[in-house]
């Protein structure tokens, strides 16, 4: 167990839609990365946050966004859903941000838009 | 950005070892991170090179050459339990993008008995 925890585990709907994907980072863990992985393409860094800030932005589309609360939890907003939006959604925590940072990452949110 | 290059797939029998390369190219390398993925489960971290050389951490070690933008992992004596794909991940620093760990496609390590 990382001790990140991504809600929900899996999560079906259909072309147009809109859904939110949530992760809780590890305590202590002040950044938070989403990453999608699809079958053909591999691990696509889309967006990171550092205690609240957006901190660097990777291929996140428009109809994307993301933030980080307070808390530190963060929601990835996923909208006018695509079929090929339907991949394994990963959320990922660091502690600083310092160089030699590993992530840890939670279990995914598998997303299939039909 | 960066480019990131590694096999698809490597087939090696128990015992045995296996050398995964990776190739990179980047304008702001930060270090370089090798992390095993098992089929639908998360990434979890393997090593960490930042200097040139070898890092041995047991049965895994990492080596990284900077000025060649290459590195390898190398998995020795084998175990079913290997089986696994490994990510080769660079991290970048960009004024723009700040710092960004990019992964690599990965690359399926099947072991057979």
């Known amino acids: 167990d990382s001790g990140v925890t991504q809600t929900p585990k899996h999560l079906i709907t259909a072309t147009g839609q809109r859904v939110t994907l949530r992760c809780s980072p590890r305590?202590?863990?002040?950044?938070v990365y989403w990453y999608q992985q699809s079958l053909d393409q591999g691990l696509q860094f889309l967006i990171q946050?550092?205690?609240?800030?957006?901190?660097a932005k990777g291929n996140i589309l428009e109809r994307f966004s993301a933030q980080q609360f307070p808390d530190l939890h963060s929601e990835l907003n996923l909208s006018s859903l695509e079929l090929g939006d339907s991949a394994l959604y990963f959320c990922?925590?660091?502690?600083?941000?310092?160089?030699?940072?590993?992530?840890?990452f939670g279990s995914g949110t598998q997303l299939s838009v039909l | 950005g960066q480019n990131i290059d590694q096999p698809t797939e490597m087939t090696a029998t128990e015992g045995a070892i296996v050398q995964i390369n990776c190739t990179y190219q980047?304008?702001?390398?930060?270090?370089l991170f090798w992390y095993q993925q098992h089929a639908g489960e998360a990434p979890t971290f393997l090593s960490y090179?930042?200097?040139?050389g070898l890092e041995e951490k047991g049965r895994f070690s990492s080596f990284l050459s900077r000025s060649k933008g290459y590195s390898y992992l190398l998995l020795k004596e084998l175990q079913m339990k290997d089986s696994a794909s490994y990510l080769c991940?660079?991290?970048?620093?960009?004024?723009?993008?700040?710092?960004?760990?990019?992964f690599g496609a990965g690359t399926t390590v099947t072991v057979r008995a």
């Open positions: 090179n930042v200097l040139d």
């Open positions: 990922a925590s660091s502690s600083s941000g310092g160089d030699d940072e590993k992530l840890f």
């Open positions: 305590s202590g863990d002040l950044s």
């Open positions: 946050y550092y205690n609240g800030e957006e901190r």
């Open positions: 991940a660079v991290r970048d620093f960009s004024r723009s993008n700040d710092y960004k760990l990019s």
């Open positions: 980047t304008s702001g390398f930060n270090g």
